[in-house]
Each structure stands twice: as structure tokens, then as C-alpha cells.
């Protein structure tokens, strides 16, 4: 029975996440840290947070596993710079404070095309979120590199939309890693990797998860 600290809660891949957590009976509590409160559950420890702040020392960063789902758009954040400090320093952040508790599994969500080198601002800080993370040495690191998430959202993204329905017509004869990733089966590889903790650094690909 393990204890699983889940970032980005609220999000959604990390909703699906959390209910798949608070269900698992491998699972002995989950914690989820949020901005504002979540709906109560006998397994649920909820500290409201700010991120821009985050306590080194709170007893809740007690667990065994962490899965990580925080994730922006650069729009959506305002600039690089934000965009950068959520996806990047905020997991860093997590990781590192787990790690000093003694987390020993983490899971990443990352992106298709991840890549410390790239040009593009969005691969690049995936990219180097994975390294960043990488070299705090959890003894089980696991990163999670979807396409484009199929889901249902809680806020409207008009490219995301039109992208979502294109691939969902033309999935049948794409490659499978250019195919939907549900937000579902993200979530699914997460709990798994987290639960089973399996030594060593894994990469979950787009193909594996269409």
C-alpha cells in the first residue's frame, strides 16, 4: 500500500489521475496539493498551496511516489518566462522536495518531441523538465510523452479543438504516434508507473499510449 503525491490535480490529465488514485486499492492515500480545495475523500490529504511559494518542509511531502501533470501553454501563461517557471521549475521544485523526504518513484508528464536542444520553446522545456529531474536521482523515473491529449477540458482551447478533430478523422491511417493520446490512458500509464516503481528510467511513448 503506497502513498502517491499527485501535482497538477486539477488539470486534465491529473483529475483522471487522482480518481484513478483514490480508487486503486494499491493505494493508501493520495495527496494532492491544489490552489483551491478538492472534493473530500477518506484517502485525500488536500494542502492548498501556492506555487510560487511552496513549503521545503511540510510534513505532506511524505510519500512514496510522485506523478506529476502540471502543464501550461505559452498563451495561456502570458509569456516564455511563465511558461518556463510553471512547466519547468514548479515540477522541479516538487521533485526535489520529495525526493528530500524520500519519494523513490516519479512520473513525469512530458511531451512528444521533448528535447533540451530544440529551438521551440514548448520541446525545449520539456526537455530539460526531463533532465532537470532526471539528475535528482530518484531510484524509479518514469516520463509520459503523449501527442496531443484527447479530453475533455475544463477551459476552451480553439487549436487544441480543431487539432483534436482532425487527428480523431485521419487517426485510423496515421501512425500511432501521431495519433489522439486520451487523457485516460496518460493517467492509466501514470498510476502504473508510480505504483509499480520499477528501478531504472522509463520512457512511455505517444505510440504506447493512442
Known amino acids: 500500500m503506497s502513498t502517491i503525491l499527485i501535482a497538477g490535480a486539477t488539470g486534465l490529465v491529473g483529475r483522471i489521475t487522482l480518481s484513478l ?12 496539493p491544489t490552489r483551491s480545495a478538492l472534493a473530500p475523500h477518506s484517502k485525500l490529504v488536500n494542502p492548498i498551496v501556492d506555487y ?28 516564455a518566462e511563465a511558461f518556463h517557471r510553471i512547466d519547468h521549475d514548479y515540477p522541479l521544485m516538487i521533485a526535489t522536495h520529495a525526493r528530500a523526504h524520500g519519494a523513490r518513484a516519479f512520473a513525469l508528464v512530458s511531451a512528444i518531441g521533448a528535447d533540451a536542444g530544440s529551438r521551440l520553446l514548448y520541446n525545449r522545456t520539456k526537455g530539460e523538465v526531463e ?16 501527442g496531443l491529449i484527447g479530453g475533455q477540458r475544463q477551459e476552451f482551447r480553439a487549436m487544441e479543438r480543431l487539432s483534436d478533430a ?3 478523422l485521419l487517426g485510423p ?25 520499477a528501478p531504472g528510467r522509463h520512457i512511455v511513448s505517444a505510440a504506447a499510449l493512442a
Open 166 to 168: 482532425v487527428l480523431t
Open 131 to 146: 533532465a532537470s529531474i532526471g539528475a535528482l536521482d530518484y531510484p524509479s523515473y518514469t516520463v509520459v510523452r503523449p
Open 21 to 32: 488514485a483514490l480508487h486503486d486499492p494499491r493505494v493508501a492515500q493520495v495527496i494532492a
Open 52 to 79: 510560487e511559494a511552496l513549503p521545503a518542509d511540510a510534513d505532506w511531502w511524505r510519500c512514496d511516489m510522485v506523478i506529476c501533470a502540471l502543464g501550461t501553454t505559452r498563451a495561456k501563461a502570458g509569456s
Open 173 to 197: 491511417v496515421l501512425p500511432r504516434a501521431w495519433r489522439i493520446s486520451p487523457a485516460e490512458n496518460i493517467a492509466s500509464a501514470l498510476i502504473e508507473a508510480a505504483v509499480t516503481a
